[in-house]
């Protein structure tokens, strides 16, 4: 039996240029290299620059993957996140890109819009209009009442159209604690007076105890899926409008974002800058076709085309005889 060899080369075996076993192992990778690539060759220099150059992008890589945008677009994804927690980022991220604009729209979310406030269309919605009351022999729970039937200076502020404005945390409160098949009752503003007057009126064959909107638990879940897509939405556009090297965009590029993602207002897309498309720039003009905005390069063109067939028309009435 002979003893096993050791795998350890001995201590006098060993380069003592570099102590460090780091320092050995790298020495030994260096001395593994093809020649041309540790020496001044072209090819060397170009594998060489090359590498520099990967290197450069992993930390934008990184620092992207870990913007604040990317971030708060993963969790808005997510819907076991809360969506006040969210909105309250949102607050924070208007702060940092200066948008006053984005501010306002998640403070409004959280603390409800007040009556003058610009309403978000996903909070617009159409429910039944009922009422409750009693006849000569019967007690009526949940009629039907038709926006027409109203006395005429209700029937304009009084519709099947309800904009809800109250906070989102009351909306999920509301959502998630309404049994399936019944539905939450909202007063339109000034109903109480509007029943005393219908009763004084007798404009139903009976007594009106009061009349309310009878809204579903599915529409206060369709207002909390509406702002969660509308902060994915959101946060998509400022990614794209955002400068390539940059975590968050302007404050005009956000507040324009506002516009367009919240409010609808298409008016904005003219004024947004693409700036990560195909790594430059673009502007998105809806006005860019019109003739007043032709360069005169185009000008010159239509006229140089124009007067090639007016020649061509007279070359051809003169081999043809052609007169006027």
């Not at 075996?13 to 460090?20: E, K, L, Q, V, Y």
């Not at 906070?167 to 339109?188: F, M, N, Q, W, Y």
Request: with cysteine.
């Amino acid at each position: 039996m002979h003893a096993s060899r050791s795998r350890c080369r001995p201590e006098s075996a060993r380069d003592t240029r570099f102590p460090n076993l780091a320092q050995r192992t790298t020495a030994r990778a260096e001395a593994a290299r093809p020649n041309r690539i540790r020496t001044g060759h072209p090819e060397g220099a170009a594998v060489r620059t090359a590498s520099a150059a990967i290197g450069t992008l992993c930390p934008v890589y990184e620092r992207r993957s870990g913007s604040p945008l990317r971030r708060l677009q993963k969790r808005a994804l997510n819907d076991s996140s809360s969506l006040t927690a969210l909105l309250r980022e949102v607050i924070v991220l208007g702060g940092r890109t200066g948008s006053q604009e984005l501010m306002e729209w998640a403070r409004r979310e959280l603390e409800g819009y007040a009556r003058d406030d610009t309403l978000p269309g996903y909070r617009r919605v159409s429910v039944p209009l009922q009422m409750d009351g009693v006849t000569h022999n019967a007690q009526v729970k949940g009629q039907s009442l038709a926006p027409f039937r109203l006395p005429e200076f209700a029937r304009d502020h009084v519709t099947n159209e309800l904009d809800l404005r109250m906070s989102i945390s009351e909306i999920e409160h509301l959502a998630k604690v309404t049994p399936r098949g019944d539905v939450v009752r909202l007063a339109p503003p000034g109903a109480d007076d509007l029943v005393v007057y219908m009763n004084e009126m007798g404009n139903w064959n009976g007594h009106v105890e009061r009349i309310y909107w009878a809204a579903a638990p599915v529409v206060f879940v369709g207002i909390v899926q509406g702002v969660r897509t509308s902060l994915v939405s959101l946060t998509a556009q400022m990614e794209l409008v955002k400068a390539p090297e940059a975590l968050v965009p302007s404050s005009e590029a956000t507040s324009d974002s506002v516009s367009v993602v919240i409010y609808g207002e298409r008016s904005k897309i003219k004024n947004i800058t693409i700036n990560n498309a195909d790594r430059g720039s673009s502007i998105v003009n809806t006005d860019a076709a019109s003739p007043s905005h032709w360069p005169p390069r185009r000008w010159a063109a239509i006229a140089g085309g124009l007067l090639a067939v007016v020649t061509a028309a007279f070359t051809l009435m003169q081999v043809q005889g052609w007169t006027f």
